[in-house]
């Protein structure tokens, strides 16, 4: 077998190509280089593109209002394709060839991840707007969404205040809802409840009849709902269809925000509770603003969501780091951004320097007949973000130390 | 009824499913040989029909018709020159199939749709939800309305010549073309209508075809090619496999059970459970 | 050398072989003819292995071969070609002989690049009269030259009996001819049973004929004596033996 | 002989040697990324381009590669328990992780496992005659149950999220460039082995015997070989090499997890080698380098249009050119010599 001429010069072509695309013009010294790092094409495309719109939306925003040090921000999209190894390698990328100053990405656990590594080695930092699973906090990484006693306590909390004590777990099989249900566990043992089964179902399940099947024979007095993405539609449409209803059956959701109630229809969970720490109904000023601004700036169907907003937070935060440091440089901003606190469209955050998570108020929302979420709960002030759960006795033995 | 006993109305109601999804598929691939990997991405087109009507009854035909008709545009333009060469197929309509998702993706956006089910399918029998009855029922009907087809009218019966043997089919007068455009017509269209029933149980979006995808081909190859009852056994099987190994393990396992059970079920029969004989060599 | 007893195949509930007992001896040259549907390639299935018979024994050089796969049985000695000849059109006439004449060959042998022509392949390619064509890729030749390459290829493996399934059905009077001769010559050093419908082929090359009907021996003896037999006759429609097995339909 | 091996040294200096010296680390650490999925592609080559075996679930050998290797780095890099079992919950190191802390024993069974697990399914499938369309759909369907699988056993394998966060390979530190670099040469060597030994593997006795298996395997038989035994022996020889690139592709890029083995990312592999020219080996080893490149190029500049192309381009590929850019560099050259 010959190898074509055409060929060996093909490769030779590539190789070169491949060389000649790093030429990008660096930018001049007017201008900050960020990178934004989310999957824009691929199953999670769908959740994250729009973390991405808010992100952006908040660079354009900063710039109007002259820009950080003087200097305009400039953004350079890349799309991690919803493949964790394309995110490990966009932000090597975007760290050692765009030499962005930080970069605002990633949804998915495992994306955050397959990225983390990278970050530590080229010292350089991410902002990950998305609620998680905790038990992990590196020095190179601001969490800007809610870690477990954020969001999974207070749920519990709530279901507790309700005198729901009989749960049934149900989750799609990967890190979050797994790492969750073993908190509630721990949480239900420590309070008195009681855990009638747990679940999973791999990622893009469809099929939930048995599922609901089994929680029906369980009985329980609510559910715990760790599944992902449209999961969350076969299994609502199952549920409802045995005739269950959100008095008779709560299902306490902890990833269906107002993006996602379209898709798995109104009717299907009208009345549920869900749990988050931002919802597009939620009361302050600077939300009525940032609602206004992103429907204008991308249509007035559109729907605001927690994570959005976290991811919108996170540009405000490093450029107020950026401001209070006098530099893009990693080392300063890291050591300003602790203690920074702003009002955003959730109420007050501030940072923790010492986990580099957020103070959050938890909040719990209702799902209403016109799709958007009515908060019926909060926790009245912002939580200390507590990703090892070191604060709860009850948690002891969870984190592994 | 114990949870147990309730396993077996939901094992045949899963089985409706996959006999739904997997019916257009015993025409196109058991009859042409083409293993469409675009099959998935019709019974998505279905499920937007529903959503564009907005009506779960007038969208069975009209979803028929949509996917029907994509399927014999894709026939005429790409797979008549791929007759005999089965593995090309299946790359060519996987390449369809991209193209197609984000077609879906670019006219109706990423984020999934809402259909509203009907509210007279709102209720059930016992375990089984009216909506799960309905996809039965529609799945009965798909079988009878086939199996008419094939062996009550003159085209139908045409069909079945060439599968089982084109070249003879061919020289008795048969313009096997026609028949073959046919076919994936109506297996197509079949299709569509699978997508309109799955409005009512999954989720509506780009992503939908790929969900089924392996498990309508699982259902074809241990049934056998092209044969109608060898389908409806193998996903009344399977559905009821993977029901009762749900209820016993959780749902992971089940699809590995289901799988390992296709494997072991081709160790004994390897054409599937009806085979058509045939002297031809290779 | 080659021995059936009561075979019986059935497919979906036709009798396609119906009890038949078959005697060829070391060295002979047996013609199978019978109309369409006698069970004549059926027959030769169940001795390569293709098919399994229901009931009934096919025994070789003292092997049972009922239950054994294809290769064994080639293995064993037995070599077959089809109807419709099938020979590796990518790969060259002396590439398609010399996988013929593999098997016997060490197994590690194999991953080595081909060097020179072995004497089985040589021996082949003289007898076929191939050699001109040797480096030619077999999908070139014409339909002739590929019966006479399958026909190389059972010789390049060195079988003791060979079973040839209506070799000269298409050909032309030249290619018939050769093919006669060839068939003559290699019938002086092995067991030979052609299915065959060519009459004045059979006539020319035949020593003892078998004829099958209905999945059953009918009559066996030479040429004279089988197309004499009134039954051979009615079998063939009333007409004169000759006559309805002389043309292919 | 010299003339016949011309081109593949001038392309070995130039993967070898120039593009080394030419690219920056994070582009030669993508060449290598690629060079993995053409190691791949080779076997992939080998098993459908010749012997005609459409195997859709090679992915499940790169991961079980990509995840002996992961497991050896992880317990090589000392502090205990790898990170993701303690945010699992599991306290003591499984027994079956022990032995990978071994080098070698890793290695050997990132190439060895996946052939066993080949040999075992091809036996099971080839001697009861499945093939073609439901060999295919069958492999496909193994993919899908291995990401199951593996997902479930979070506590052993790390779930959906895999294995990362990797420090150094065999003592050298991978942060650094040169361990990059050195690691980008170990994989072109490696698949200029491979190439050198396939393509002497097709040429053989052994190459035309897959080529008749391909075209006419039922007359296989009659000429006295076992193409069950065959093919279970070429399957095997594929799978090995699939294990072997997924084991070079954990350091390369510093990740394994169950979506890089699942159904898309081994049709995607199937997709560059008929892209590139399934029935020769160099269109297959070329189609991987080739797709990776575009997938990147693409998603650096537009990244809805990657699905489009991707679509469209196997679409023009199987209608115009089924014998890929193989193929059609072989017209043209053939057009400009006559």
Not at chain 1, 223 to 241: E, I
Not at chain 3, 209 to 237: M, N
Not at chain 4, 254 to 274: F, K, Q, T
Request: hydrophobic fraction near 50%.
């Amino acid at each position: 077998m010959r190898i074509p001429r055409p060929i060996v010069s093909a490769i030779l072509v590539l190789s070169l190509a491949a060389c000649g695309s790093d030429a990008r013009p660096a930018g001049d010294s007017g201008d900050i280089k960020v990178g934004i790092l989310h999957s824009l094409s691929g199953t999670m495309a769908i959740s994250e593109v729009t973390v991405r719109d808010a992100e952006l939306l908040a660079i354009e925003e900063i710039n109007k209002a002259g820009g950080v040090l003087g200097k305009q921000l400039v953004p350079v999209v890349e799309d991690g394709a919803s493949d964790w190894p394309t995110f490990a390698e966009k932000a090597t990328k975007l760290i050692r060839q765009d030499k962005v100053a930080t970069v605002f990405g990633g949804w998915t656990s495992a994306s955050r991840k397959a990225m983390l590594p990278v970050f530590e080695r080229y010292k350089a930092l991410l902002w990950y707007p998305v609620q998680y699973e905790g038990l992990e906090s590196s020095p190179y990484i601001f969490y800007t969404g809610a870690t477990t006693n954020q969001q999974i306590i207070p749920g519990l909390d709530y279901l507790k205040e309700q005198g729901k004590k009989r749960l049934f777990l149900v989750g799609s099989d990967y890190v979050f809802p797994r790492t969750a249900n073993k908190i509630i566990k721990a949480y239900a043992a420590a309070n008195g409840m009681e855990i009638l089964g747990e679940e999973y179902t791999p990622l893009g399940h469809t099929e939930y009849s048995t599922l609901v099947n089994k929680v029906t024979q369980a009985r329980p007095d609510a559910v715990f709902n760790t599944l992902n993405g449209d999961s969350n539609v076969a299994f609502f449409k199952a549920l409802k269809s045995t005739g269950a209803t959100a008095e008779s059956m709560p299902v306490l959701s902890v990833s269906i925000a107002e993006e996602e109630v379209t898709g798995i229809g109104v009717d299907n969970v009208v009345g549920q509770p869900v749990a988050w720490n931002y919802y597009q109904t939620t009361d302050t000023s600077a939300n009525k603003a940032f609602v206004k601004a992103y429907k204008a700036r991308y249509g007035q169907d559109k729907v605001t969501s927690d994570p959005m907003e976290a991811g919108y937070n996170a540009v405000y935060l490093w450029a107020e780091a950026v401001k209070k440091a006098g530099t893009t440089e990693v080392e300063a901003v890291r050591k300003a951004a602790g203690g920074i606190a702003l009002e955003r469209p959730e109420g007050l955050v501030t940072i923790d320097g010492e986990s580099q998570h957020l103070y959050k108020t938890a909040r719990i929302g209702i799902v209403q007949p016109d799709g958007l979420i009515k908060q019926v709960w909060d926790s009245g002030e912002p939580i200390k973000p507590d990703p090892y759960l070191k604060g709860y006795p009850w948690a002891a033995g969870l984190a592994g130390q | 009824m114990s949870a147990f006993a309730n396993q077996l109305p939901i094992g045949l109601s899963i089985g409706a499913v996959l006999l739904l999804i997997a019916l257009g598929l015993t025409f196109t691939f058991g009859q042409m040989g083409v293993i469409n990997m675009a099959h998935g991405e019709f019974i998505m087109a279905g499920a937007y029909t529903a959503f564009l009507l907005g009506d779960l009854v007038p969208a069975l035909p009209a979803a028929f018709l949509v996917a029907g008709t994509m399927g014999l545009i894709l026939e005429r333009a790409a797979i008549r020159h791929f007759y005999g060469r089965p593995l090309d197929t299946l790359l060519l309509t996987w390449g369809v199939s991209l193209v197609l998702q984000q077609l879906a993706r670019d006219l109706f956006g990423a984020p999934n749709v809402q259909v509203p089910a009907p509210a007279w399918l709102s209720g059930g029998v016992g375990i089984l939800p009216y909506n799960r009855l309905f996809i039965m029922g529609l799945a009965v009907a798909g079988v009878v309305a086939v199996w008419a087809y094939l062996t009550r009218t003159r085209l139908g019966r045409r069909t079945q010549a060439v599968v089982q043997n084109r070249r003879l089919a061919a020289t008795s007068g048969i313009d096997t073309g026609r028949v073959d455009m046919l076919t994936f017509f109506v297996g197509s269209g079949l299709a569509g209508v699978a997508g309109v029933a799955l409005t009512l149980i999954g989720p509506v979006g780009p992503a939908l075809g790929t969900y089924y995808i392996v498990d309508a081909f699982l259902v074809v190859v241990a049934g056998g090619l092209g044969q109608l009852r060898g389908a409806v056994l193998a996903a009344a099987g399977l559905g009821l496999l993977n029901s009762y190994a749900e209820f016993w393990s959780d749902a992971s396992l089940a699809k590995v059970i289901v799988l390992a059970a296709v494997i072991a079920f081709l160790q004994v029969r390897p054409q599937g459970m009806f085979v058509l004989r045939s002297r031809a060599l290779t | 050398m080659l021995e059936l007893r009561d075979v019986q195949v059935v497919f979906d509930g036709f009798r396609a072989l119906d009890g038949v007992n078959l005697t060829v001896p070391d060295g002979e040259l047996r013609f199978l003819i019978g109309p369409n549907g006698a069970g004549k390639t059926t027959l030769i299935d169940v001795i390569t292995g293709l098919t399994r018979p229901v009931a009934g024994s096919v025994r070789f050089a003292g092997h049972d071969l009922v239950g054994r796969k294809e290769h064994q049985i080639v293995r064993l000695g037995v070599g077959r070609t089809f109807q419709t000849s099938v020979v590796f059109e990518e790969l060259t006439v002396i590439e398609n002989l010399d996988l013929a004449a593999g098997f016997r060959r060490p197994l590690w042998t194999l991953a080595r690049r081909r060097r020179g022509v072995s004497e089985a392949v040589a021996e082949a390619l003289a007898r076929t009269g191939l050699e001109d064509l040797a480096e030619r890729s077999a999908g070139v030749l014409s339909h002739g030259q590929r019966q006479w390459l399958e026909i190389g290829m059972l010789l390049a493996q060195r079988p003791r009996l060979l079973l040839l399934d209506e070799p000269v059905a298409g050909m032309s009077k030249d290619e018939r001819e050769r093919t006669g001769e060839l068939l003559t010559r290699i019938a002086d050093d092995h067991t030979v049973v052609v299915v065959e419908h060519d009459m004045e082929f059979l006539r020319r090359h035949a020593s003892t004929v078998t004829v099958l009907h209905e999945g059953r021996v009918l009559v066996e003896g030479s040429v004279d004596q089988v197309s004499a037999d009134p039954r051979v006759q009615e079998v063939y429609l009333g007409r004169k033996a000759s006559d309805a097995v002389g043309h292919r339909p | 002989m010299i003339r016949r091996n011309l081109p593949f040294a001038a392309v070995a200096v130039i993967v070898l040697v120039v593009a080394p010296l030419l690219l920056e680390p994070f582009r030669l650490s993508l060449l290598a990324k690629y060079l993995c999925y053409a190691i791949v592609a080779l076997g992939i080559g080998l098993a459908w381009g010749q012997a005609g075996m459409l195997t859709l679930g090679q992915g499940v050998f790169f991961g079980l590669g990509g995840y002996s290797m992961a497991m050896h780095l992880k317990l090589t890099e000392g502090g205990g328990l790898p990170d993701f079992m303690v945010w699992s919950g599991v306290e003591e190191l499984p027994a079956l992780w022990v032995p990978f802390g071994d080098p070698v024993l890793a290695l050997a069974t990132a190439v060895l496992g996946p052939m066993l697990i080949a040999a075992v399914l091809g036996t099971l499938v080839f001697r009861q005659r499945v093939r073609g369309a439901y060999f295919a759909i069958l492999t496909q369907a193994l993919a899908a149950a291995m990401v199951i699988l593996l997902v479930g056993q979070q506590g052993l394998t790390g779930g959906t999220n895999g294995m990362t966060n990797f420090f150094d390979v065999f003592g050298q530190d991978l942060a650094d460039d040169s361990t990059q670099r050195g690691l980008y040469l170990v994989v072109a060597s490696v698949l200029g082995v491979l190439y050198l030994a396939t393509r002497q593997l097709v040429n053989s006795r052994y190459g035309r015997l897959l080529v008749a298996i391909r075209d006419g395997e039922d007359r296989v038989r009659f000429l006295g070989y076992d193409p069950a035994l065959v093919k279970t022996v070429t399957f095997a020889l594929s799978a090995g090499m699939a294990g072997l690139a997924g084991a070079l592709f954990v350091p390369v890029v510093g990740i394994i997890s169950p979506a890089l083995l699942g159904v898309v990312p081994s049709l995607e592999l199937v997709v560059a080698v008929a892209v590139g020219g399934r029935h020769a080996l160099a269109g297959a080893v070329l189609g991987a380098v080739v797709m990776g490149y575009a997938q990147t190029a693409f998603s650096e500049q537009f990244a809805d249009g990657w699905l489009y192309l991707q679509g469209a381009l196997f679409i023009l590929v199987m209608t115009l050119a089924p014998k890929g850019i193989i193929g059609v560099a072989e017209r043209w050259r053939r057009a400009r010599t006559t």
